[in-house]
């Protein structure tokens, strides 16, 4: 029984594999395509030799044949035969689908069949008629009509195979039967020649198949080559986290422009643009919380950009743009347009973050001849309108570039300075209003340059950040600061600032708790002021230093409390004895409505935490008594004093405590600047 189930079985697949060679590779498109392109080839030339062939015999036997054999149905064969023809021809070259050719192969079939049957059934009825000669030529035509066609047919071996069971057994059967010895020898030929030709078919066929999919292997293999090629580029050029284009594809872009600028003589604009308050999500939300800020930044940036408007991801929160054919009218109408986009909040987790953007631009050729000096250009555009326009668009200006001669000289200058002896300290009270009394003096850096002159702090203390000299002034003016302080009441302390670059450097903070130790002056009397700014950069570098400072007993403020997105998150996550309410909230805060409301939220949230609340930046009596009004009362500064000279800290302590009341201006030195870095 067991063998019986495996003989059946070998059957059934032997019929299947049978069958198999006379399907079409429908389940292979290309295949398809490939035999049909093929075809195309062959097709005419198979009927071309048929039309001859069967022309030939018709003509061999038209005096002893009957008409409908030598006339009728070779007239009605070969009229077929011509149609088809045409056909292909007209066919030859067009681009079809697979399902097109699919159909042209199923018609092929059916018209080897039905021409085979045809033609081999009228030749062989045109066999007995004639001659010897005449009767040979029956036998020569069927035979060499036949292997013509299936060479031509090759390449469809399902066709191929057809004609071949189609013609060949009738042919050999028909001139065996003859009897004939020639006849014979021809039909035992046939046969012979018949196995020889389905072995070089099906190994031709094979090849043919190979060969394809060889191809489209070969194919595959380009097109995933140009895939990782397509894939590279990409990464090379695209920002991953915005889908803009990322830092090197901006510069690329920026060369291309330009030459193209240069050789039409057009202007184009180059934009840097910066998130405002973007480190500060970072800060309190982590850097996930960034990134997602990033990714729907990049997409409100990617609807303003266009065949005029290139915008790349340059570097964290900055960006750039290169605005094509643009002037100045352009430029504000592009900052416009950036602004709507990103005046909506942010989605940031389950909270909401409202980001703001400033722009620096430099148009060519005014700005630049070169993509370095434009973007370096752009770049002091956007620091310059940080500083005075936060959120706001600030084109480069021949201003800008006085500025930048004037700023080149000065760093020479700079650079060379002996701190020592240039550097001096100013210092401004801040005045407990209730009691009237001062409390402390906030320690504000001045530069004398012999060469120079007067130079303001809002003019070297950037020099210093950027010549990383920094560090080196900070500790020349400490030491100052605090041999001021030592000669004041022990009730007086001292404010002194601290950059970004100080809480950034391990062995700066270590020299400040080095010169604190041996300064004399006790630790409780000292409070540095470290700024929003200060703590962007790093905050958890800058949040170790300060705990190391904290540890000493001196004393931390938060300086421009109120200005930026993060200021609350550092309340409770630094050991802060005091927050200074920043300037921009008092200019109008004796007629505002927003102003008030604020400064008062702040009040209380120092109360309840029991942290010190000082505001400064207090111009007039007006504010002043506005101030008082709203439960503050620790004030600092014009109303109450300018900053003066160390020599007159000891007199103004006690002008103050000596009246009993506020002087509106006290007659002190004179000092134009207003409060700067240190």
């Known amino acids: 029984m067991g063998m019986d189930r495996t003989t059946d079985r070998n059957k059934g697949n032997g019929i299947r594999a049978v069958v198999s060679l006379f399907a079409l590779p429908v389940d292979d498109p290309e295949l398809v395509l490939s035999q049909q392109a093929a075809l195309s080839r062959q097709i005419p030339l198979l009927y071309t030799i048929l039309i001859a062939n069967a022309t030939s015999l018709a003509i061999t036997h038209a005096r002893t044949a009957p008409a409908l054999l030598t006339w009728d149905i070779p007239a009605l064969l070969l009229i077929i035969c011509a149609i088809r023809l045409v056909s292909w021809l007209r066919a030859r070259g067009q681009e079809i689908t697979a399902e097109q050719a699919i159909v042209q192969l ?46 031509c047919l090759m390449h469809l071996r399902a066709a191929a195979l057809l004609l071949i069971v189609i013609v060949i057994p009738p042919y050999v059967v028909f001139f065996l039967l003859t009897g004939r010895p020639v006849l014979v020898a021809m039909a035992a030929n046939m046969a012979l020649v018949t196995f020889g030709m389905i072995f070089v078919l099906l190994r031709n066929y094979r090849d043919f198949a190979a060969l394809i999919v060889s191809r489209r292997e070969l194919l595959h293999r380009q097109q995933e080559t140009q895939r990782l090629s397509d894939e590279n580029a990409v990464l090379a050029n695209v920002d991953s986290l915005t889908n803009l284009p990322n830092r090197r594809c901006f510069f690329n872009e920026l060369q291309a422009v330009l030459k193209r600028a240069q050789h039409a003589g057009s202007s184009f604009a180059v934009a840097m643009l910066d998130l405002d308050r973007f480190k500060a999500v970072n800060d309190v939300h982590g850097h996930t919380a960034g990134d997602r800020l990033l990714t729907q930044v990049g997409i409100r940036l990617n609807r303003i950009a266009g065949v005029d408007i290139f915008i790349a991801r340059l570097d964290g929160d900055e960006f750039g743009a290169i605005l094509t054919g643009a002037d100045e009218a352009m430029v504000f109408s592009f900052g416009a347009r950036i602004k709507a986009q990103l005046q909506d909040p942010f989605v940031v987790g389950d909270r909401l973050a409202t980001i703001s953007c400033s722009t620096g631009v430099a148009i060519y050729p005014q700005a630049g001849a070169s993509a370095e000096e434009l973007f370096e250009r752009a770049d002091y555009a956007l620091c310059h309108g940080k500083q005075t326009r936060r959120g706001e668009i600030m084109v480069f200006s021949d201003e800008h570039e006085t500025v930048i001669r004037q700023s080149g000289i000065i760093e020479q200058v700079f650079r060379a300075a002996d701190f020592e002896s240039e550097m001096r300290l100013a210092f401004q009270p801040v005045v407990d209003v209730a009691n009237t009394r001062v409390v402390a003096f906030e320690a504000l850096a001045r530069w004398t340059s012999p ?6 702090p809002g003019v070297f203390i950037p020099i210093a950040e950027r010549t990383r000299a920094i560090n080196r002034l900070t500790l020349t003016l400490l030491r100052k600061a605090l041999a001021a302080a030592l ?12 950059s970004a670059h100080d809480l950034g450097a391990a062995d700066t903070v270590a020299a400040i708790r080095g010169i604190v130790a041996g300064s004399g002056v006790a630790p409780g009397r000292i409070e540095f002021e ?22 000493m007993g001196v004393r931390i403020a938060l300086d421009d409390f109120g200005t930026g997105f993060a200021s609350l998150g550092y309340v409770h996550r630094l050991p802060l004895d005091k927050i200074k309410i920043d300037r921009s909230f008092v200019t109008d805060v004796d007629v505002g409505r927003i102003s008030p409301t604020i400064i008062k939220s702040i009040v209380a949230l120092c109360r309840n935490l029991d942290i010190v609340c000082v505001v400064e930046g207090v111009e007039t009596a007006s504010q002043l008594r506005a101030l008082v009004n709203l439960g503050c009362t620790f004030i600092q500064g014009f109303v109450l004093s300018r900053p003066v000279e160390a020599d007159a ?12 009341n506020i002087p509106a201006r006290p007659t002190l030195v004179q000092q134009s600047s207003l409060t700067a870095s240190h």
């Open 649 to 660: 800290v000891t007199r103004l302590i006690d002008q103050i405590a000596a009246t009993g």
């Open 530 to 551: 470290v700024t929003e700014t200060a703590l962007l950069s790093d905050f958890e570098q800058a949040a170790a230093m300060i705990d190391t400072l904290h540890a």
């Open 451 to 456: 060469e120079l002159g007067e130079i303001g």
């Open 487 to 498: 000669n004041w009441p022990a009730s007086v302390g001292i404010c002194f600032n601290l």
């Open 106 to 151: 199923r018609r092929t079939m059916l018209g080897v069949g039905v021409l085979g049957i045809a033609f081999t059934a009228w030749a062989l009825f045109m066999f007995p008629y004639g001659d010897p000669y005449a009767q040979c030529h029956v036998a020569f035509y069927t035979a060499i009509t036949v292997i013509t066609c299936i060479f």
